[in-house]
């Protein structure tokens, strides 16, 4: 283009130039019976290779781009055909060159007959650990840098992708604000332990702090003084995104946050993680029953997106990891979610015959065999538990007018049981000032969040949904460290 005079020349050369350069696909591109004729390049990795004797190899290689491999027949005449491509195994990386063919075989609408095929990676057959399939999920944990290549993690990293993007959409097509809420704060949002603290404290290279200068000769030491320390205040990371997003709401109206949170309990069980991610709507002139409506909604939204978006991927998780998966979501997506106040499932658990390891007396939190029993033995369909004993719930949820209960509400699936806990939270300022003492708090700790009730307060509600449990119940994945890219759980934190 450097003659401006030449210019409708280059641009016609340029056109046949570009029809004779092979085009760019992914997988899922070219799998697609449109991509018929066309001379691409694909790259990805190895999956499979098989030698014919009539003269060529058939090479399955994924991108991540799907679910499906595609299969590239690479022929003998090829320069590199003996030197390199009859080494290919599982895990090379490679570059095809090729044109896209209707494929005779079953299960797959197109293939790909290579012209070249460039290795850009080799992987050693003796060490590379993805050699063979079928490794159980227990050892793939700890080759959690390897495993996003194996078709199980393909297929929960694009569901979990689906369901943030579903996530998104339904909150921000009905107007809500995405909020970025703190990863650090100094409140302690369950008025309970179980948080991690953030400190600079114990690293002395970094002490002292800029703005104690008492702290220079100071040698912190087992009696801690967090007035030295980097927030001249205990820190700790998040446990949940809510009190900070109630000021949003009680501003902006209709908020939701969407972040990593932190719970520092020693839960061993396969449904709790150290760090996981939390969506957190938060709605201003919004009550509890609103509130249960905004999450019935949300959860049928992304089930229905993932059933339509991630077919491949569902079918696979329907045919390995749990047989009745997509049979459930269609369920939950055509039915309505029950509503059960907490005093009726009492009734119901005690009057089940069940044996329950905890009793179920009324004023007792209710146990995972208890949210399980309810959820898939009682009801079998995902059920709305609410007006929760105030002794159990945290000072924010709306005290009722019987005193004893709370406007909390707990969403639970078959199989996962809890995956959202939320609430109508407390607007009086006196009621909310009355439940703080009552829990040990000072309110004067909260002030900030003390003052939405003091300056235009309003009813408001919101929840708390947690991504790898929904994640879980989608693909039926039985444990939660195998839905999150790299699981934190106590004594492992390695990738
Ligand atoms: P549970 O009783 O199951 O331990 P919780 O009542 O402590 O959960 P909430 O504080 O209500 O949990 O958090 C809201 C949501 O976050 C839960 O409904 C759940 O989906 C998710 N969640 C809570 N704790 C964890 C965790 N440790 N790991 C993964 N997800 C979690
Ligand atoms: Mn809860």
Wanted: with cysteine; net charge negative; aromatic share 10%.
């Amino acid at each position: 283009m450097n003659n401006p005079q030449s210019s409708a020349t280059d641009s016609n050369a340029q056109t046949q130039e570009s029809e004779l350069r092979p085009s760019p696909l992914s997988v899922a591109e070219a799998r697609r019976a449109e991509a018929v004729g066309r001379h691409i390049v694909l790259k990805g990795w190895v999956r499979t290779r098989r030698d014919s004797k009539a003269g060529f190899s058939f090479i399955e290689i994924n991108d991540g781009s799907c679910f499906g491999n595609v299969q590239v027949i690479a022929d003998s005449h090829l320069p590199n055909y003996e030197s390199e491509i009859k080494r290919l195994s599982p895990g090379c990386s490679i570059a095809v060159t090729g044109s896209v063919k209707a494929s005779p075989g079953k299960g797959q609408a197109t293939e790909v007959q290579a012209a070249e095929v460039a290795v850009l990676g080799t992987a050693d057959v003796e060490s590379y650990p993805l050699q063979k399939k079928g490794h159980s999920l227990e050892f793939l944990r700890t080759i959690a840098h390897l495993r996003p290549r194996t078709n199980t993690f393909g297929a929960v990293a694009r569901v979990r992708n689906c369901v943030c993007n579903s996530i998104h959409q339904y909150f921000q097509e009905r107007g809500f604000i995405y909020v970025h809420t703190p990863v650090i704060t100094a409140s302690d949002c369950e008025g309970a332990g179980a948080m991690f603290q953030v400190t600079t404290l114990l690293d002395k290279q970094r002490s002292p702090l800029p703005k104690a200068p008492e702290a220079e000769n100071a040698t912190p030491a087992p009696g801690l003084d967090f007035s030295l320390d980097f927030f001249n205040r205990p820190a700790y990371l998040t446990v949940s995104g809510q009190l900070e997003a109630e000021t949003f709401a009680c501003g902006l109206g209709k908020t939701y946050t969407f972040g990593p949170t932190f719970r520092a309990e020693n839960s061993n069980t396969p449904r709790h993680l150290a760090e996981f991610w939390m969506i957190e709507p938060e709605v201003a002139f919004c009550d509890l029953y609103g509130d249960m409506e905004l999450a019935e909604g949300l959860l049928k939204r992304i089930f229905s997106d993932v059933l339509e978006k991630c077919a491949e991927d569902m079918q696979f998780f329907n045919e390995r990891i749990d047989k009745t998966v997509i049979e459930i979501l269609q369920h939950v997506i055509g039915s309505q979610f029950l509503r059960v106040s907490y005093t009726e499932a009492v009734d119901i658990l005690n009057s089940s015959g069940q044996k329950f390891e905890f009793p179920t007396a009324w004023g007792n939190d209710l146990q995972a065999e208890h949210e399980r029993y309810l959820t898939e033995k009682h009801f079998g369909q995902p059920v709305i538990l609410y007006d929760y004993p105030r002794t159990i719930k945290p000072f924010y949820m709306r005290v009722n007018d019987d005193g004893r209960t709370v406007r909390a509400m707990d969403v639970l699936v078959p199989k996962v049981g809890e995956i959202i806990g939320g609430s109508q939270r407390e607007e009086r300022l006196d009621v909310l000032e009355a439940r703080m003492r009552e829990q040990g708090l000072d309110p004067a700790g909260y002030w900030w969040y003390v003052d939405l009730r003091r300056y235009g307060t309003v009813p408001h509600a919101g929840f708390g949904l947690g991504l790898e449990r929904v994640i879980q119940f989608i693909t039926g994945m039985a444990n939660i460290r195998d839905v999150i890219p790299f699981p934190r759980t106590p004594g492992n934190a390695e990738f």
